[in-house]
């Protein structure tokens, strides 16, 4: 099935969606908002079509559902925002199940298990989180990286730095303006493959980072939506579907 795909302001989708509360457009497509700024999971392609492992993985299981889906990218924190408006029928975009999310929001079942990296220069003395400790970290802002930072030393933490997204975190790293990144282990390893190669920098795993599992977000109660697309995961998921697109993205699935 064609996914089309678009950047609409919130503004604008706000208008579209009007004082009904749901985001389908009148001829049944449904709206799938994500922040294409999260490679290989999701970013935007010069001519402004949405690409990534999260794109292939919902355009999938929209086709074994029979549903019309549009992509569109909407930013992290206005993503969650047009979810609870009614503004977007759902939302995949590396997003970790946490309890606190879990209170607002429903999610899918378990689609993705990642694990926070560290990345650091190849010559720092770094072997886990507690070495950071006085140390300039960059995260992104409102992601579990910066929890895990924020949760061995304090929300206070001076040393602590947000980003809007991840590559950000990771160009001032390169340009020396913080000591380390702390961020999902797909983003972080995808970067390095495509621009850090040389070995001018490293990835710590810290023993005491639990896993974490992405799934797909719907508004709280949205039980129809959130059936249909945990049918359509355990069908890719049994036909083969999902290993193909995971070997794609990530090589060979073990």
Not at 32 to 41: E, K, L, N
Not at 112 to 117: I, M, P, T
Not at 152 to 160: E, M, Q
Not at 163 to 169: H, I, K, M, S
Request: hydrophobic content about 35%; proline content about 3%.
């Amino acid at each position: 099935m064609k996914i089309l795909q678009w950047f609409v302001p919130l503004a604008v989708i706000a208008l579209l969606a009007g004082c009904s509360g749901t985001a389908s457009d009148g001829n049944g497509v449904i709206k799938v908002g994500t922040d294409a700024v999260y490679p290989p999971f999701e970013t935007q392609k010069g001519n402004g079509e949405i690409v990534g492992f999260d794109i292939d993985i919902i355009q999938a299981i929209a086709e074994a559902e029979e549903m019309e889906i549009s992509v569109h990218h909407t930013g992290w924190d206005p993503l969650f925002e047009a979810i609870d408006r009614g503004q977007m029928d759902m939302g995949i975009s590396a997003a970790t199940i946490t309890e606190d999310r879990k209170k607002k929001y429903d999610f899918s079942e378990p689609y993705f298990e990642a694990k926070q990296l560290i990345l650091v220069p190849e010559n720092a003395d770094v072997k886990s989180l507690a070495d950071l400790k006085g140390k300039k970290i960059g995260v992104q802002s409102a992601t579990t990286g910066e929890a895990v930072v924020t949760k061995a030393f304090g929300k206070t933490y001076k040393g602590l730095r947000g980003y809007d997204d991840t590559p950000g975190a990771i160009d001032d790293l390169v340009a020396g303006r913080v000591d380390a990144v702390v961020a999902d282990n797909g983003v972080v390893q995808d970067y390095m493959k495509k621009k850090l190669e040389g070995g001018k920098f490293k990835t710590i795993e810290d023993d005491s980072f639990d896993p974490e599992f992405y799934g797909i977000i719907v508004k709280k109660g949205n039980q129809e939506m959130l059936d249909k697309i945990n049918s359509g995961l355990e069908k890719i998921q049994n036909d083969g579907t999902y290993d193909k697109i995971y070997n794609k993205w990530f090589g060979d699935k073990k």
